[in-house]
């Protein structure tokens, strides 16, 4: 029978805690809201030392403060009677006068949120420095030092350098949604103090989960890595990179590395990549997009004129990763090529054009910016001349105007300077520019649709802002890049006027990686086990870490193949063999969903053969474990387990510790009266005992 009963009891109990997991998901849901949209700012490390920001491990925990004016900081820093403090920063706020002072006042401060507005400030903003890239150019003390470090051109001059400090609490961004009208009705709620008086408990508070893996500076978390990789296989940072993208007017040998006698290559190169302050939002608009969207469309443009009458030279499209982190892409195309590990070296390369950011053009002129160091070479300073001759000629009857900049200065940041770092070779970087930027918003959250003149009329529907044609000068720019790289190739003069860049091409590119890259168009592009990354909203084009491509980067390559390849006849196995077995060396295949036909919803795929590639984007100190190198990027981004964040009700401290003395007295007097019935079971729990004779 007292087996029965233990049996009775264990169930009871079972069921007494199941009731009370119960409860407690539905207490903790009524406890906390937890935030939707949570984007931080993380810890990347390089050579020398960190930047970014991080929580403490079980997250920071603040009361919160909406902060109004640059002059309410004093109730934040110093009179406010509830510190630590949980900063809630509408953006106009978002700046290093009032940031370095929550930094430096940090024991009162527990982390920072700050609102993103739905449209862009008209002062401008940028987080990057004002002399993006400056210690790995080619301008340095033995590579005329008078131009280093933007001694006589501040590049960027809006940048305040937010984005390469420092922060011991986490700072996140929120968007202006329900989330943030939670926020700041329990702010208004609890915590705004009126008439002079004290806020009274309980008071709103939030808690900021972002806690980083990695310390100190790059060399320190890859010997960790190295540890834990004997010891533990979790690590606690990896390498910042992607791949590059690139592709060949003519077939080119990929198993074939290095110099070949016959090929002369013209590169025409864009950077892929962008950042901000915070890793998850870097639209890129202006300073990335701008570029490769116009490199696309010109590649598109001279697909045709390519083929028919191929120029002497090959033009060799190259989109570079990670350029805004000293320039890992193309830091690592120059050192493969040097190194024969590339499709085609240095020896190879005859000119180099590159497309920055010529989105907005003051006065509606772009700029030809020219090395004058290695223009001293006279055979350079010829060749130099010839495309400078052949950009303005291909701008001719284009609404586009080109002039060179008045006066020497030095090349802006750019991926070219990778390659005078090798060589003296002739180039050319197009810029909307004649000296600092004019997009007033680089490497920030800011660098939008927006920023790029982007717009549509109301009442579109998606699909119709796909098709609609904005207006923006991209496929002008793109027209004249085409003709410039046809003729710098060596192509007949006959065939420019047929090169042309489609402006419905060029404005469903913005329209996907500026507004949502999850439509009709791009689906049809990409292979059907791709379409999950698509997303109604565009790309990130943080470079990420080497794990795997990013989408951007595979977008980039599927656009490229599609706008330069062709569509060739064979199934869908045969392709995919094509491509797993590179049986032809020249081509790369691959099989994309294609259209449904009306009144069907099975998509028609086909296969396409193009020379578009990936190559690695990964800086070469990591292959040569050089983490406190000079020559090459070092950088790193810490590992985190988890990004959130929450708001809840928190009460005075006089009464959390009434709460725990009642609960420890309740403790002690459960151990207590556990202790006497246990001692006295016994007694408690006898029974009358049977009789020895009793049978059964």
């Known amino acids: 029978t007292r087996i029965f009963q233990s049996v009775n009891c264990v169930k009871l109990l079972y069921a007494f805690l199941s009731f009370a997991g119960v409860s407690c998901n539905s207490v903790e849901k009524k406890i906390y809201v937890h935030l939707n949209y949570t984007v931080s700012c993380v810890r990347l490390l390089n050579a020398t030392h960190q930047i970014g920001c991080q929580s403490s491990l079980s997250g920071n925990v603040g009361v919160l403060h909406v902060l109004e004016s640059e002059e309410n900081l004093d109730w934040v820093l110093h009179s406010g009677p509830n510190p630590p403090y949980m900063v809630i920063l509408e953006s106009p706020l978002f700046t290093r006068s009032v940031m370095m002072k929550l930094k430096n006042g940090s024991g009162r401060v527990a982390g920072v949120a700050v609102v993103a507005p739905n449209t862009n400030p008209a002062e401008g903003f940028s987080p990057h420095t004002t002399c993006p890239n400056e210690n790995t150019g080619v301008y340095s003390e033995t590579y005329e030092p008078t131009m280093a470090n933007c001694n006589m051109t501040v590049w960027n001059p809006l940048g305040n350098g937010l984005s390469y400090e420092e922060f011991d609490f986490p700072i996140f961004s929120l968007k202006d949604d329900n989330d943030t009208q939670v926020i700041r009705q329990c702010y208004l709620d609890h915590n705004r103090a009126g008439n002079g008086s004290t806020p009274q408990y309980p008071l709103c508070a939030m808690q900021l989960y972002s806690h980083m893996s990695a310390v100190t500076d790059t060399a320190t978390c890859m010997r960790r890595n190295a540890i834990n990789f004997s010891l533990n296989p979790e690590m606690v940072c990896d390498p910042l990179g992607d791949q590059n993208v690139w592709a060949s007017t003519r077939p080119l040998n990929n198993t074939a590395k290095g110099h070949k006698m016959w090929e002369s290559v013209v590169i025409a190169a864009a950077r892929l990549d962008s950042r901000s302050f915070f890793f998850d939002i870097a639209p890129g608009a202006q300073s990335g997009v701008s570029g490769f969207v116009t490199l696309l469309a010109a590649a598109h443009a001279l697909r045709n004129a390519t083929q028919e009458a191929q120029p002497n030279r090959t033009i060799l499209y190259t989109f570079f990763q990670g350029e805004t982190f000293d320039y890992i892409g193309s830091s690592r195309m120059v050192y493969d090529m040097e190194n024969k590990q590339f499709v085609v070296d240095l020896d190879n390369v005859h000119s180099v054009l590159e497309i920055g950011q010529v989105g907005l053009r003051a006065d509606s002129k772009l700029w030809l910016h020219t090395d004058p160091v290695s223009r001293r070479n006279e055979s350079v300073n010829k060749e130099v001349e010839d495309l400078i001759g052949n950009l303005r000629s291909a701008a001719t009857g284009l609404n586009v105007t080109v002039d060179v900049p008045g006066f020497s200065q030095p090349?802006?940041?750019?991926?070219?300077?990778?390659?005078?770092?090798?060589?003296?070779?002739?180039?050319?970087?197009?810029?909307?520019?004649?000296?600092?930027?004019?997009?007033?918003?680089?490497?920030?959250?800011?660098?939008?649709?927006?920023?790029?003149?982007?717009?549509?009329?109301?009442?579109?529907?998606?699909?119709?802002?796909?098709?609609?044609?904005?207006?923006?000068?991209?496929?002008?720019?793109?027209?004249?890049?085409?003709?410039?790289?046809?003729?710098?190739?060596?192509?007949?003069?006959?065939?420019?006027?047929?090169?042309?860049?489609?402006?419905?091409?060029?404005?469903?590119?913005?329209?996907?990686?500026?507004?949502?890259?999850?439509?009709?168009?791009?689906?049809?592009?990409?292979?059907?086990?791709?379409?999950s990354y698509l997303a109604n909203r565009p790309p990130n084009f943080y470079v990420g870490v080497v794990q795997q491509s990013s989408e951007p980067t595979l977008l980039v390559q599927y656009l490229l193949a599609n706008l330069t390849g062709s569509t060739i006849n064979i199934t869908q196995d045969n392709c995919k063999n094509q491509r797993e077995d590179e049986s032809d060396k020249m081509y790369n295949y691959m099989w994309v969903q294609g259209a449904a036909p009306p009144n069907s919803t099975e998509r028609e795929g086909y296969c396409v053969r193009s020379t578009a590639r990936l190559s690695k984007a990964l800086s070469p100190a990591f292959d040569l474990e050089q983490y406190t190198s000079k020559n090459f990027s070092t950088w790193t981004e810490s590992r985190w387990k988890f990004i959130k964040g929450r708001i809840f009700l928190v009460a005075s401290h006089e009464l959390e510790m009434l709460t725990l003395g009642v609960g420890v007295g309740v403790l002690l007097s459960s151990l207590l009266v556990t202790y006497i019935i246990s001692s006295k079971a016994d007694i408690l729990f006898s029974s009358g005992r049977e009789p020895t004779n009793a049978t059964y």
């Open 411 to 531: 090349l802006p940041p750019s991926s070219f300077q990778r390659f005078l770092r090798a060589r003296p070779i002739p180039g050319v970087v197009l810029e909307d520019h004649q000296s600092a930027y004019t997009n007033k918003f680089y490497e920030s959250m800011y660098d939008n649709a927006e920023n790029l003149n982007v717009s549509y009329p109301p009442n579109l529907t998606p699909e119709e802002q796909l098709e609609y044609i904005t207006d923006t000068a991209v496929t002008e720019v793109a027209t004249m890049v085409a003709r410039a790289l046809y003729r710098q190739a060596g192509g007949e003069e006959s065939q420019l006027s047929s090169i042309k860049a489609d402006p419905q091409i060029v404005t469903k590119m913005l329209y996907s990686f500026l507004v949502r890259s999850n439509n009709s168009w791009f689906q049809q592009l990409v292979p059907s086990d791709f379409t």
